[in-house]
DNA sequence: TATTGTTATACTCTATAACTATA
DNA sequence: TATAGTTATAGAGTATAACAATA
């Protein structure tokens, strides 16, 4: 395997090798979603409440890692479009139990198609064996480095 | 292998795998380069200019994939630190010539270690075969899209 | 006292436009 | 005409601080 577009200093380079993989994901999710002047982000928080009705905001800040004042603005995003809806949380009233619309999912499945379509785009030079061993490995690295930084946060919070 | 810290709904999604795992790489990565004020990018830099001195700005901008006006401020960053000198290029009065300094060689030799070692510390959960093959494969995945993104350059600048 | 959601605000990052000096 | 580097600037994205309501 020898590659002429990655520069010989990186092509054994990790952390090289996996931004550049995100950003090139990412650009090409990005072409599934133009239309909708949407996020993979929005399409995210979809995803979760599609199969969680009910999640509090700050359930998904700690998924998606991004600050409860950012996710004001996704949520505001997707209110706007009508894709989602606050509604008041059963169990605790400061919190907004967050419902998709019919709207909404309708939206999630019709997008699921193309990003799907994008994903397999980009994996077409692996096998199938391939992208579940890739899958599985990826999976075991970002797990354990979840861990790593949970035990971290609890050092410094003791 | 069942994770109980990735979300049942995104265990099967490359895209977020991937973004999880560039987030948390580089998470570990900043902490190897806290005490210097620099980041991964300033790193990369000097790595690109260590093997082939004498490099332009822009050929940085084209493998770091970004814009000539942010690489000035990377570079003036260097600069100031008194990693780098920018010296006439030789064939080319409009250019700059990037060299290391005695400082940027000895920061860059100093910092590979502990740079290594965050990298080796999240591709633990990996065998030593393992790792050969996410690096063949990630490889692979990274120079297929990198030829799709510059055919569509190509396709609309004809 | 701590937490949820919100706003206002400041900070960082990035690219676009416009300039100069070259090619 | 086009390109290398620079500056000024505007836009996006993000988090910190402070607040009200509630736990």
Do not use: Y
């Not at 700690?62 to 169990?91: F, I, N, Q, S, Y």
């Not at 709207?103 to 992208?131: C, I």
Request: glycine residues 6%.
């Amino acid at each position: 395997m020898t590659s002429e577009l990655i520069p010989a200093e990186f092509r054994g380079n990790l952390g090289f090798l996996v931004a550049k993989a995100k950003q090139l994901l990412s650009d090409e999710l990005d072409v599934a979603l133009r239309d909708s002047g949407l996020q993979i982000r929005h399409f995210a928080v979809l995803s979760l409440i599609r199969r969680r009705a009910g999640l509090r905001q700050t359930d998904l800040c700690e998924v998606l890692g991004v600050d409860r004042t950012t996710m004001v603005k996704v949520v505001d995003d997707l209110e706007g479009a009508g894709l989602l809806r606050r509604e008041p949380h059963a169990a605790d009233r400061r919190a907004h139990a967050l419902q998709l619309t019919e709207a909404g999912e309708q939206w999630h499945s019709r997008t699921l198609v193309p990003v799907m379509d994008h994903e397999q785009q980009f994996l077409a030079p692996l096998s199938p064996g391939e992208r579940a061993l890739l899958q599985e490995m990826l999976t075991r690295l970002v797990d354990s480095a979840l861990v790593r930084s949970a035990d971290q946060k609890l050092a410094r919070h003791p």
